[in-house]
């Protein structure tokens, strides 16, 4: 059985700083891609981040070079540092993972095809 936990949320204000974290049980494994995905109200869930076992690192557009995705394969942790945030960043943030049977594998953006998830940490970003 899987389990992700997210921590780290808060109330910040534009072009401020925070670090979400996801302690996971399970799902960390080399075949897995793990990565972070944000729902605002109103909207649909969407790709954030993402990394695979090797390292390699994915991301949306609107975060490229403010957000950083990293894992740590022997703690089972997945994090995101998220620098300059921006209101529209404000999101409850998920964690999940997927098992691809690949170490270097690319991860899909599409939330439906991620299969484990965590509850999701709130974040919210005053202008």
């Known amino acids: 059985q899987v389990q992700l936990v997210e921590s780290g949320g808060g109330l910040v204000q534009a072009g401020d700083s925070l670090r979400l974290s996801c302690a996971a049980s399970g799902g960390t494994g080399s075949g897995y891609v793990m990565g972070w995905f944000r729902q605002a109200p109103g909207k649909g869930r969407e790709f954030v981040a993402a990394?695979?076992?090797?390292?390699?690192?994915y991301y949306r557009d609107s975060v490229e070079g403010r957000f950083t995705i990293s894992r740590d394969n022997a703690k089972n942790t997945l994090d995101l540092q998220m620098n300059n945030l921006r209101p529209e960043d404000a999101a409850v943030y998920y964690c999940?993972?997927?098992?691809?049977?690949?170490?270097?594998?690319?991860?899909?953006?599409?939330?439906?095809?991620?299969?484990?998830w965590g509850q999701g940490t709130q974040v919210t970003v005053s202008s």
């Open positions: 990394i695979n076992w090797a390292g390699s690192t």
């Open positions: 999940a993972t997927k098992f691809y049977g690949s170490m270097r594998a690319i991860p899909s953006r599409d939330p439906e095809a991620w299969r484990y």
